[in-house]
T-cell receptor
């Protein structure tokens, strides 16, 4: 158990819908990262939050948004879903800073039908 | 932009064989290097990491990796693999610079160990 909690574990939804994925970081960690894992794209970085503020943005579509709340949990919102959004979405957390390691949650498997 | 190359996509070995998985990275600055393992249906777990110091790092489950700066490489090794090592292995890098803490992953190497 990494200490990073993601909910839900599985999500099946229809095209055009909107879903919210939730991540609780390890106790004390200030950084939260979101990654998308798919067969064709591999592990892609989406976005990084540090202590409530966006620190870096990767290959995140405009239909996707995220935020980190004062209690440090984070949510990834995916809207106008398309079949191609089906993937495993991982959240990771770290203490923050330059030489820290990231711990990954179990992931949310999103299936868009 | 940083990138990571893992040249072996699928490796099949017999138990007790030695393992070496290649990883090369590209980044114009100081890096941290990582190897993660993903067992079927599970999340990514850290095997080992390199921040600085001794370029030969030891991780969990008998794995080790060597950072060769001149070759931009961070190959993963294990002298004798077990069936339980069957998994996907990812090499990752991040830049030692604020705003670039994100991990960039290689495409992964699927390791199959035959009993």
């Amino acid at each position: 158990d990494s200490g990073v909690t993601q909910t839900p574990k599985h999500l099946i939804t229809a095209t055009g819908q909107r879903v919210t994925l939730r991540c609780s970081p390890r106790s004390g960690d200030l950084s939260v990262y979101w990654y998308q894992q798919s067969l064709d794209q591999g592990l892609q970085f989406l976005i990084h939050y540090y202590n409530g503020e966006e620190r870096a943005k990767g290959n995140i579509l405009e239909r996707f948004s995220a935020q980190q709340f004062p209690d440090l949990h984070s949510e990834l919102n995916l809207s106008s879903l398309e079949l191609g959004d089906s993937a495993l979405y991982f959240c990771a957390s770290s203490a923050g800073g330059l030489n820290t390691e990231a711990f990954f949650g179990q992931g949310t498997r999103l299936t868009v039908v | 932009a940083q990138s990571v190359s893992q040249h072996n996509h699928h490796v099949i070995l017999s138990e007790a064989a030695s393992l070496e998985l290649g990883c090369n990275y590209s980044y114009g600055g100081t890096v941290n290097l990582f190897w993660y393992v993903q067992y079927p249906g599970q999340h990514l777990q850290l095997l080992l990491k390199y921040f600085s110091g001794d370029p030969l790092v030891k991780g969990i489950k008998g794995f080790e990796a060597e950072f060769i700066k001149s070759k931009f490489s961070f190959n993963l090794r294990k002298p004798s693999v077990q069936w339980s090592d069957t998994a996907e292995y990812f090499c990752a890098v991040n830049g030692v610079r604020f705003g670039n803490e994100k991990l960039t992953f290689g495409t992964g190497t699927r390791l199959t160990i035959i009993p």
